[in-house]
Antibody, heavy 122, light 109 residues
């Protein structure tokens, strides 16, 4: 059974750096084709794809946020970490991590974490 | 503004059929990339509904179906039920990363 869970601060101040951890079970990030992604959703708004890391350490970032994002993995701990620098109130959102199905074709997410709400405010 | 365009809302009575469109361009859907669909019930995480344009994961009722043509895709829901009231998002690929539509709120009248 695949599960994912996000953890990190619920409140950050403007200009600070956000660090979120996705801890997962039921799969290995060393298995060919597997990936873990981060998606966010501002309150009442649409989903936004942020970043995706693959089993081979290939990393893909949202072009509009690339300069602020870093995604890393720790295969031994079954964790993926997302950092976002220079946080702003517009970054207030629920942040989800999700499992990328190890299949051919463009990625999609077949398992999602419950999400964690991050508020940016002074 | 999302790269993939969806109607903000659709509605239908129980038992009816509704469709939700997802319009892209030659750099995403029109480039041949697959379209996937997610259902997000109020206050919950998104759930994969359709993958690879028209495939249903195990457990998804066959009332849900997807199709793709040209630069657009559609999600159809037949035999509408109250429990289908949710937000629906399409997803494809563009500029080396996934992209989501703006979402469609389905109201069951």
């Amino acid at each position: 059974q695949i599960t994912l869970k996000e953890s990190g601060p619920t409140l950050v101040k403007p200009t600070q750096t956000l660090t979120l951890t996705c801890t997962f079970s039921g799969f290995s990030l060393s298995t060919s084709g597997v990936g873990v992604g981060w998606i966010r959703q501002p309150p009442g708004k649409a989903l936004e794809w942020l970043a995706l890391i693959y089993w081979d350490d290939d990393k893909r970032y949202s072009p509009s946020l690339k300069s602020r994002l870093t995604i890393t993995k720790d295969t031994s701990k079954n964790q993926v970490v997302l950092t976002m620098t220079n946080m702003d109130p517009v970054d207030t959102a629920t942040y989800y991590c999700a499992h990328r199905a190890p299949v051919a074709g463009i990625p999609y997410f077949d398992y999602w974490g419950q999400g964690t709400l991050v508020t940016v405010s002074s | 503004q999302s790269v993939l365009t969806q109607p903000p809302s659709v509605s239908g009575a129980p038992g009816q059929r509704v469709t939700i469109s997802c319009t892209g361009s030659s750099s995403n859907i029109g480039a041949g990339y697959d379209v996937h669909w997610y259902q997000q019930l109020p206050g919950t995480a998104p759930k994969l509904l359709i993958y690879g344009n028209s495939n249903r994961p195990s457990g998804v009722p066959d009332r849900f179906s997807g199709s793709k043509s040209g630069t657009s895709a559609s999600l159809a829901i037949t035999g509408l039920q109250a429990e289908d009231e949710a937000d629906y998002y399409c997803q494809s690929y563009d500029s080396s990363l996934g992209v989501f539509g703006g979402g469609t709120k389905l109201t069951v009248l």
